[in-house]
DNA sequence: TAAATACTTCAACAAAAATTAATCTATTCT
DNA sequence: AGAATAGATTAATTTTTGTTGAAGTATTTA
């Protein structure tokens, strides 16, 4: 058996939603290089702090980001293990190459 | 050169969006096993039709699911290839293992 | 201690997504 | 042709998300 190998529905929702809006898959594409406070963050995404506020705090409850405060500064970074466990889901199904075929519909046991 | 390297944002959102529910979600762990008609899908599920529709609709749309008709009913099966698009992208992230760490905010030529 | 900076939170509002029930289309069965 | 079945579509409504601007918290600098 593999570790973490059955992160429950709600995790797995929460963290493709916080991937399903183009403003957050901006911000952890920028993410991808290095670190990066709030206000750098603002600055090269051309949006308001709050707005951004916003969207970071649906990536850090999903667990794709992290924090760490320095001063007044607060550092985002990404948390690479939740994106695996994303992707190790998404895996699951290239595993199972053949798709069971047709079969007809009313004859799967129903009582008619 | 990879093929279909660079499937623009909105793909990838609309990818993620799908994902991004427990019914749609459960819908596809259902189809990862065999091909199913809608009215399988509903018992299944529980669901009603029209509700169950309207979240086909979603996946449809995302490229995760195909259909083919067959008399009166519609098989829908997974469509892995677009499955294998979205892991794919979650899978750039693993790849570059190293973050640059810290980096002071205020150092990085903002005009002050 | 006062002012400034970095960021979050709140409340009001706007916009998008989901639910529901009814209707519509197409296919099959009699 | 008429009734029944499978499924999509529509419109009205509710729920959820996202946006905006103002206010709040914490830290630093003067």
């Known amino acids: 058996m593999v570790a973490a190998l059955n992160p429950d529905l709600a995790t797995i929702v929460a963290g493709f939603h916080a991937l399903s809006d183009p403003l957050r898959l901006k911000t952890i594409e920028l993410l991808r290089d290095q670190e990066l406070c709030v206000c750098d963050l603002c600055e ?3 949006v308001t702090q709050s707005k951004l506020s916003f ?8 667990g794709l980001v992290r924090t760490r405060q320095e001063g007044r500064w607060i550092y985002y970074s990404l948390n690479l293990a939740q994106f695996v466990v994303l992707e190790q889901y998404l895996a699951e199904y290239r595993r199972l190459g053949t798709i069971v075929p047709a ?3 009313r004859d799967e046991g129903k009582s008619s």
């Open 55 to 62: 969207h970071l705090k649906a990536l850090k409850e999903a």
């Open 103 to 105: 079969r007809p519909c």
């Open 44 to 46: 090269a995404l051309e």
